[in-house]
């Protein structure tokens, strides 16, 4: 079975530019879930769909980033201007649900805004 | 609110020794537990879960855990490291029940195993 894969592993931009990271969940796995990993700590959930609806996005700078899971299947993440603050690793993880806690995560995409 | 502390940043253990990374967790209720595993550059491993039942459970590569309610405490353990082991190591609480599946992690622990 294939794992969470993420795309692109690296991005190296300047402050205001725009990046999207992609994500394609484990098959059958209807939520998925966008961390950020700022260096030496723990992740921090920032949004997540069951299926095609947002569950939770209240930890989402919503002035600059958006996630949109249109078909219940792949996410798109997008910081539409970075700042330097947003360097960190974003992670993409998914989960059966319902009943199932645990959480399967993809290899990240590692952001660094100069 | 749920929260996950992990009081030791590092750890150092020699190879061969016993290990033991602390986790305190504070959720009102009954918690689901996971510690997870990251290697460098790479993303989270689930090493192991607790659903309520039997506080001691077992993951993978002779690593296991225990939970304890009367401490709120889900310690990982294992008898005997490896150099492999040399990873940062996350525990985190999600909540029960309704429909909130969100885990919360802890700050991590980084092992360095020495020969």
């Known amino acids: 079975e294939a794992g969470v894969t993420q795309s692109p592993r690296y991005a190296v931009l300047q402050e205001g530019q725009a990046v999207s990271f992609w994500c394609d969940p484990i098959s059958g796995h209807d939520t998925l879930y966008w961390y950020q990993q700022p260096r030496d700590q723990g992740p921090q959930l920032l949004v997540y769909f069951r299926d095609e609806a947002v569950i939770d996005n209240s930890q989402l700078p919503s002035d600059r980033f958006s996630a949109v899971r249109p078909k219940g299947t792949n996410s798109t993440l997008k910081i539409q201007s970075a700042k330097q603050g947003d360097t960190a690793t974003y992670l993409c993880?998914?989960?059966?649900?319902?009943?199932?806690?645990?959480?399967?995560f993809g290899p990240g995409t590692r952001l660094t805004v100069l | 609110a749920q929260s996950v502390t992990q009081p030791d940043a590092r750890v150092t253990v020699s190879e061969g020794a016993s290990l033991q990374l602390r986790c305190k967790y504070s959720?009102?209720?009954?918690?689901?537990l996971f510690w997870y595993v990251q290697y460098p550059r790479q993303g989270l491993q689930l090493l192991l879960k607790?659903?309520?039942?039997?506080?001691v459970v077992q993951g993978v590569n002779g690593f296991e855990a225990e939970f304890s309610k009367s401490n709120s405490s889900f310690h990982l353990r294992k008898a005997s490291v490896h150099w492999s082991d040399w990873a940062v190591y996350f525990c985190a609480v999600s909540s029960s029940g309704g429909s909130n599946y969100k885990l919360t992690f802890g700050k991590g622990t980084l092992l360095t195993v020495t020969p």
């Open positions: 607790y659903y309520p039942g039997d506080p």
């Open positions: 959720y009102f209720g009954t918690p689901y």
């Open positions: 993880a998914s989960s059966p649900g319902w009943g199932a806690y645990e959480q399967y």
